[in-house]
């Protein structure tokens, strides 16, 4: 089975540090998890009065199995191109990029935090192929737009205790847990989901064990946003975005401002999210952030039409448009 581990600021798969020996421009790759936000290879809206908007353009219906087999074909193309991890989550994430309202059924769990099967199978089926490719789940619990379809707060902790145990019951070690997409957006209903007391999240989360074992874990936060002192006190890896950050600059100085944060120590920093681009360029998020010894993420919410990123339903899950490519190309530069 695939393990990933932290040594220090650094991750390591089955014990060698990832991309080992790699530097790129002299910024060394080594340790780095390069990733890509993912988190539709699930997707299903069980709103019937929202469920067409998602429809393919050759059957006139959405298909969630369709789905999840398109996204699996394409894994190893990405893994051939370098990339070691993406980001997975029980409750997904916008199906159209960014959304003001949210009234889509997406989640993993019930009204009072049991697990569906359904979408627990596929997720089971996602994370089994990435284990088999040697490649990391960076996976989500929460999200701002779906929370509250969970009832109270003894939901969100029965929603947590579900999954996590589930997780360590399968014996996955390839897995780091993100407690919530974005806990400082100002639309998780239920408090603790909320960033002055999510760390009570991280914390439990930790806590529990198979034998010896528990899952690695962190909580992210808002673009151009950094980790509150609360979060790194108890965290294993601090997860940032990029998202509304235009200037290459700032987040080389965001994983600065991360590390002078009360209670850091030596651990990894990882953008998981980011929709800015600029692959093509000697300056862009990307190789800022790598700069610092970050990890970086690539979002892709799609271009003139949205459904040709990887963010919105119906995806095409293979390397379909040039900013695709060009995130590829330099993530296979990189890794070597």
Request: net charge negative; glycine share 8%; hydrophobic share 35%.
């Amino acid at each position: 089975m695939t393990e990933v581990t932290i040594v220090d600021d650094r991750f390591y798969i089955d014990g060698e540090p990832t991309y080992k020996g790699r530097s790129y421009r002299d910024y060394p790759i080594e340790g780095l998890l390069l990733n890509s936000r993912m988190v539709q290879a699930t997707f299903d809206d069980t709103n019937p009065e929202t469920r067409h908007r998602w429809a393919y353009p050759d059957t006139g219906v959405y298909d969630a199995e369709r789905n999840v087999q398109e996204f699996l074909a394409a894994l190893p193309i990405y893994r051939e191109h370098g990339l070691l991890a993406v980001t997975l989550n029980f409750q997904g994430g916008s199906p159209e990029g960014y959304s003001k309202e949210q009234p889509w059924i997406n989640t993993a769990f019930t009204a009072e935090g049991e697990l569906k099967p359904d979408y627990l199978d596929r997720m089971r089926r996602v994370l089994d192929r990435l284990d088999e490719l040697g490649m990391v789940a960076i996976v989500g619990l929460f999200y701002f737009g779906q929370d509250e379809r969970l009832a109270d707060e003894r939901a969100v902790i029965r929603a947590l205790d579900n999954a996590v145990t589930w997780l360590l019951d399968r014996g996955y070690r390839h897995v780091l847990l993100e407690i919530c997409n974005e806990c400082d957006v100002p639309k998780y209903e239920h408090e603790i989901l909320q960033p002055h007391r999510v760390h009570e999240l991280v914390e439990r989360a930790r806590s529990i064990r198979d034998g010896d074992r528990r899952l690695l874990v962190g909580v992210s936060y808002k673009g151009n946003s950094i980790p509150r002192e609360n979060v790194v006190r108890v965290s294993d890896f601090l997860l940032m975005h990029g998202n509304g950050v235009s200037d290459p600059d700032r987040i080389a100085a965001m994983v600065e401002e991360a590390r002078q944060v009360p209670g850091y120590r030596p651990m990894p920093i990882l953008f998981n999210e980011d929709d800015h681009f600029d692959f093509d360029k000697p300056w862009n998020n990307f190789i800022a952030a790598i700069s610092r010894y970050a990890s970086w993420g690539y979002f892709d919410p799609g271009q003139s039409n949205y459904r040709d990123g990887y963010q919105s339903p119906p995806v095409n899950w293979g390397l379909s448009t040039p900013r695709k490519q060009a995130f590829f190309r330099l993530v296979k530069e990189m890794a070597g």
